[in-house]
């Protein structure tokens, strides 16, 4: 079945460090890919996604690009803030008519100013 | 606000009470999701609506578990019978019909869903 894994936290960064996040996933057909943030107290919030294979998502300096032949959809950001602690969620959809999404278990980021 | 809203947003009971939560979608959506996020674990999904139709239920949804969405518009998750281990964040989300995309990418359509703030349920 279809599935994501993500590397496993905490990761703990100072300001204006470089951020990679990895996440790799298994699926049938072709899913679509999407990270989401969950920032302290709020709700999960969609932070960028892809559709296709060398799609490239991109939001507030995040980015990840839709890797087929390695399944992966890496998040990196050149300079994190103290601002961007959050919990990151990889998560894919299936080709299906369903639509539900498949999480990874979360990397919690911690930016220290 | 227009966003999805979830109450209650924190339940204790005790073990074997029923309880039921109730979300409501962002009113355009067609699309019904709820998931359920226990401690250092992504989002898992429950089951999903479209319209007023419930046409998936995962395995995780025990027949302790019942979601209803009567008139398409919000829905109520109930867990009779609550056990310790149903202790987690209920979350619920909602989306606009596979097809009517919030947005494409090279032709792709997809849909983005919006998360509401969850219940967390704790069961003594």
């Known amino acids: 079945g279809n599935s994501v894994t993500q590397m496993e936290g905490p990761v703990t960064l100072s300001e204006e460090a470089f951020l990679t996040i990895n996440c790799t996933y298994t699926?049938?057909?072709?899913?679509?890919l999407f990270w989401y943030v969950q920032y302290p107290g709020e709700g999960l919030q969609l932070l960028l996604k892809?559709?296709?294979?060398?799609d490239k998502g991109s939001n507030k300096g995040f980015e990840a690009t839709y890797r087929k032949e390695t399944t992966s959809f890496h998040l990196e950001k050149g300079s994190v803030q103290v601002s961007d602690s959050a919990v990151y969620f990889c998560?894919?959809?299936?080709?299906?008519?369903?639509?539900?999404?498949?999480f990874g278990k979360g990397t919690k980021l911690s930016v220290k100013p | 606000d227009t966003g999805v809203s979830q109450n209650p947003r924190h339940k204790i009971t005790k073990r074997g009470q029923n309880v039921t939560f109730r979300c409501d979608p962002i009113?355009?959506?067609?699309?019904l999701y709820w998931y359920r996020q226990t401690l250092g674990q992504g989002p898992e999904f429950l089951t999903y609506f479209q319209n007023e139709a419930q046409l998936e239920k995962s395995r995780l949804l025990s027949d302790r578990f019942s979601a209803e969405r009567p008139k398409g518009s919000f829905s109520t998750l109930e867990i009779q019978r609550t056990e310790q281990g149903d202790s987690a964040m209920y979350l619920c989300a909602s989306s606009p019909e596979i097809g009517q995309a919030t947005g494409t990418s090279g032709g792709a359509s997809y849909n983005e869903q919006f998360f509401g703030p969850g219940t967390r349920l704790t069961v003594l």
């Open positions: 998560a894919l959809r299936g080709g299906g008519s369903q639509g539900n999404l498949i």
């Open positions: 892809a559709t296709k294979a060398d």
């Open positions: 699926a049938t057909g072709y899913p679509s």
């Open positions: 009113s355009e959506h067609n699309r």
